[in-house]
């Protein structure tokens, strides 16, 4: 059952993120939204770990190392693109 | 199959030639740091293509001794083998070229140039010879990550957008892939291509899956309509990171494309997904082709023409209907399409940077009088240019030829159409830059030296020669297919 919560949230996430990266205008606000499908992906790969354990088994591990390198990624990512703004919000940055 | 350790070697090299330009900044010129990897690799791609051939079967290797389906393998079939061998060539030319001349200063943004070419290199190498779909992740995160950094590596403003741009496309793209693989997992429990083939059924979950990935794959080949970042990220890169990334940065994720629908969910010719693609395709060379004409810079010019001929690569889905695609000849127009491409584009690209260091500008209205000034330089933009075009003698020509020949055999009229169209408004826009390049005028020309030069044409030339390759079904592209699993290791 909580399995089914989960991933209907995970998929609302999903939604909800697309839907802010498609209409906000603003890098910031899009990246935010990256962050958000990410969020709702990675619940996902949880759930999809969890109905390992209908097999006896405490959960499965590939999902689970599929999450941490997503993480990993897109915590690089969203640093790299914060960098990239941070240096275009800098004033009279002209070379 | 054999077992071998070169796949493996052919990742990490650059890897390890990354993490000596990183150890060494400052004390040694990055070039002098960076030549021995490339040598390393240019050797590396062309021993895993000499095995390849020689014993006509898929070079493989297990990482940890761990098979699939919880290790992950690494496998050169004979498309990867000629992909490796195609990065090598780009990769050997761009670096002839981006040599800087001996008093050139040891800046950190030329340290940075050679560091991401390396980074690029080792993740394109594993995108061609990955085999699971979690690799290709990874393959593709490496490429994006340092894709954008060679974007915004000249730090003007234009580029830092530009390269805020592609991120953020890429970003979306990588987290639809992601969301893909879970349903996929979730609905097979196995990553691994050969162990997918077995299994896999075109139902909704599975067709929904590969629907995701196909689109946030998409996003990174710059396939209509998700092109918006590409022309101002190429047109703001410094001119060899602009080769690299239009010859091969966007091929990597194009190749996923093509795995997903040829090695793990083969479909009928007539369904809707190899008809869509190669629909977008069509539009994107049509409208590409006429923007190209219409832009005022050069190198505008060809990453608008890079958009175009993508397209061309998508038009093989649909135009390989027998039960073994790698058998028929759209398969072979389409590899050897986007092999002509990746030479000819990376010798465009740097042809049009040595034009821009010796007039100052790009301006395609105001070349009068290179032509006797730099006559190497153009001779090379002209060999390119005739690639693109699609005349003979060229690897351009006999791809374009075998598409041409399969959309007639399938009886599909409009993509026969669309790829004479293409050609014709290709030859548009490149005579359009030579023949303002050949009026007569005497410009102030910088001195460029002649080794880049050379480098270019050789380049140029070798996308010239392709235009000899036999006009039949390859049997190099098939070898490695069908996909079969490991059962244990040899």
């Given at each position: 059952?909580?399995?089914?919560?989960?991933?209907?949230?995970?998929?609302?996430l999903?939604?909800?993120?697309?839907?802010?990266?498609?209409v906000?205008?603003?890098?910031?606000?899009?990246?935010?939204?990256?962050?958000?499908?990410?969020?709702?992906?990675?619940?996902?790969?949880?759930?999809?770990?969890?109905?390992?354990?209908?097999?006896?088994?405490?959960?499965?591990?590939?999902p689970?190392?599929?999450?941490?390198?997503?993480?990993?990624?897109?915590?690089?990512?969203?640093?790299?693109?914060?960098?990239?703004?941070?240096?275009?919000?800098?004033?009279?940055?002209?070379? | 199959?054999?077992?071998?350790?070169?796949?493996?070697?052919?990742?990490?090299?650059?890897?390890?030639?990354?993490?000596?330009?990183?150890?060494?900044?400052?004390?040694?010129?990055?070039?002098?740091?960076?030549?021995?990897?490339?040598?390393?690799?240019?050797?590396?791609?062309?021993?895993?293509?000499?095995?390849v051939?020689?014993?006509?079967?898929?070079?493989?290797?297990?990482?940890?001794?761990?098979?699939?389906?919880?290790?992950?393998?690494?496998?050169?079939?004979?498309?990867?083998?000629?992909?490796?061998?195609?990065?090598?060539?780009?990769?050997?030319?761009?670096?002839?070229?981006?040599?800087?001349?001996?008093?050139?200063?040891?800046?950190?943004?030329r340290?940075?140039?050679?560091?991401?070419?390396?980074?690029?290199?080792?993740?394109?190498?594993?995108?061609?010879?990955?085999?699971?779909?979690?690799?290709?992740?990874?393959?593709?995160?490496m490429?994006?990550?340092?894709?954008?950094?060679?974007?915004?590596?000249?730090?003007?403003?234009?580029?830092?957008?530009?390269?805020?741009?592609?991120?953020?496309?890429?970003?979306?793209?990588?987290?639809?892939?992601?969301?893909?693989?879970?349903?996929?997992?979730?609905r097979?429990?196995?990553?691994d291509?050969?162990?997918?083939?077995?299994?896999?059924?075109?139902?909704?979950?599975?067709?929904?899956a590969?629907?995701?990935?196909?689109?946030?794959?998409?996003?990174?080949a710059?396939?209509?309509?998700?092109?918006?970042?590409?022309?101002?990220?190429?047109a703001?890169?410094?001119?060899?990171?602009?080769?690299v990334?239009?010859?091969?940065?966007?091929?990597?994720?194009?190749?996923?494309?093509?795995?997903?629908w040829?090695?793990?969910?083969?479909?009928s010719?007539?369904?809707?997904?190899?008809?869509?693609?190669?629909?977008?395709?069509?539009?994107?060379?049509?409208?590409?082709?006429?923007?190209?004409?219409?832009?005022?810079?050069?190198?505008?010019?060809i990453?608008?023409?890079?958009?175009a001929?993508?397209?061309?690569?998508?038009?093989?889905?649909?135009?390989?209907?027998g039960?073994?695609?790698?058998?028929?000849?759209?398969?072979?127009?389409?590899?050897?399409?986007?092999?002509?491409?990746?030479?000819?584009?990376?010798?465009?690209?740097?042809?049009?940077?040595?034009?821009?260091?010796?007039?100052?500008?790009?301006?395609?209205s105001?070349?009068?009088?290179?032509?006797?000034?730099?006559?190497?330089?153009?001779?090379?933009?002209?060999?390119?240019?005739?690639?693109?075009?699609?005349l003979?003698?060229?690897?351009?020509?006999?791809?374009?030829l075998?598409?041409?020949?399969?959309?007639?055999?399938?009886?599909?009229?409009?993509?026969?159409?669309?790829?004479?169209?293409?050609?014709?408004?290709?030859?548009?826009?490149?005579?359009?830059?030579?023949?303002?390049?050949?009026?007569?005028?005497?410009?102030?020309?910088?001195?460029?030296?002649?080794?880049?030069?050379?480098?270019?044409?050789?380049?140029?030339?070798?996308?010239?020669?392709?235009?000899?390759?036999?006009?039949?079904?390859?049997?190099?592209?098939?070898?490695?297919?069908?996909?079969?699993?490991?059962?244990?290791?040899?």
């Amino acid at each position: 059952m909580s399995a089914t919560i989960l991933g209907l949230t995970g998929a609302l996430l999903v939604g909800i993120g697309l839907f802010g990266l498609i209409v906000h205008p603003t890098a910031l606000r899009k990246l935010l939204a990256f962050n958000l499908v990410g969020a709702g992906v990675f619940l996902i790969f949880g759930v999809v770990a969890r109905r390992a354990a209908a097999a006896g088994l405490p959960g499965d591990p590939v999902p689970q190392a599929i999450v941490i390198t997503g993480i990993v990624v897109a915590f690089a990512a969203t640093a790299l693109a914060a960098t990239l703004l941070a240096r275009l919000s800098e004033p009279g940055e002209q070379p | 199959m054999t077992v071998s350790l070169l796949p493996v070697w052919a990742v990490l090299a650059p890897v390890i030639g990354l993490c000596a330009l990183l150890l060494l900044e400052g004390r040694l010129r990055p070039e002098w740091v960076a030549a021995p990897f490339i040598a390393i690799g240019l050797y590396l791609s062309i021993s895993i293509a000499y095995e390849v051939i020689s014993h006509e079967a898929s070079l493989v290797y297990a990482l940890g001794g761990w098979l699939p389906p919880l290790g992950l393998t690494l496998r050169a079939d004979g498309v990867g083998a000629v992909l490796l061998a195609l990065t090598a060539l780009v990769m050997v030319g761009v670096s002839i070229c981006a040599w800087a001349p001996a008093d050139g200063a040891g800046g950190r943004g030329r340290s940075g140039f050679w560091a991401l070419l390396l980074a690029l290199w080792s993740a394109l190498n594993l995108a061609f010879i990955a085999q699971d779909l979690f690799n290709f992740f990874v393959a593709l995160e490496m490429l994006s990550f340092s894709a954008v950094a060679l974007v915004a590596l000249d730090g003007s403003r234009d580029a830092l957008t530009a390269a805020l741009r592609y991120l953020l496309f890429a970003l979306a793209g990588s987290v639809l892939y992601l969301l893909g693989v879970g349903m996929i997992y979730g609905r097979y429990a196995v990553l691994d291509l050969a162990g997918l083939r077995e299994i896999a059924q075109a139902d909704p979950v599975t067709l929904a899956a590969l629907a995701l990935m196909t689109v946030g794959l998409m996003a990174k080949a710059a396939l209509f309509p998700l092109h918006l970042w590409l022309p101002p990220a190429h047109a703001s890169a410094p001119a060899p990171a602009s080769a690299v990334l239009s010859a091969l940065v966007v091929k990597a994720p194009f190749l996923i494309i093509l795995r997903l629908w040829v090695d793990l969910l083969p479909l009928s010719a007539a369904t809707a997904p190899p008809q869509i693609l190669a629909g977008l395709g069509s539009v994107a060379i049509l409208l590409f082709s006429i923007l190209a004409l219409r832009q005022q810079r050069l190198k505008l010019m060809i990453a608008y023409s890079t958009l175009a001929q993508i397209g061309y690569l998508f038009l093989m889905f649909p135009l390989m209907p027998g039960p073994a695609p790698w058998l028929d000849i759209g398969w072979t127009g389409g590899i050897l399409q986007l092999v002509s491409h990746g030479i000819a584009k990376a010798a465009m690209f740097l042809a049009a940077g040595l034009i821009y260091e010796a007039l100052g500008h790009d301006r395609v209205s105001e070349l009068a009088g290179l032509a006797r000034r730099q006559p190497m330089t153009l001779v090379a933009f002209a060999i390119a240019g005739l690639s693109l075009m699609g005349l003979p003698p060229s690897g351009g020509f006999i791809a374009k030829l075998l598409l041409l020949t399969a959309a007639v055999e399938a009886g599909a009229w409009w993509i026969a159409i669309v790829v004479l169209a293409g050609g014709i408004l290709a030859a548009f826009y490149v005579f359009r830059a030579l023949g303002s390049a050949l009026a007569e005028g005497t410009p102030a020309v910088a001195p460029v030296a002649l080794y880049r030069q050379g480098a270019v044409l050789a380049l140029a030339l070798c996308a010239l020669a392709l235009g000899f390759v036999p006009l039949r079904p390859f049997a190099l592209l098939a070898i490695g297919r069908p996909l079969e699993a490991m059962e244990a290791l040899p």
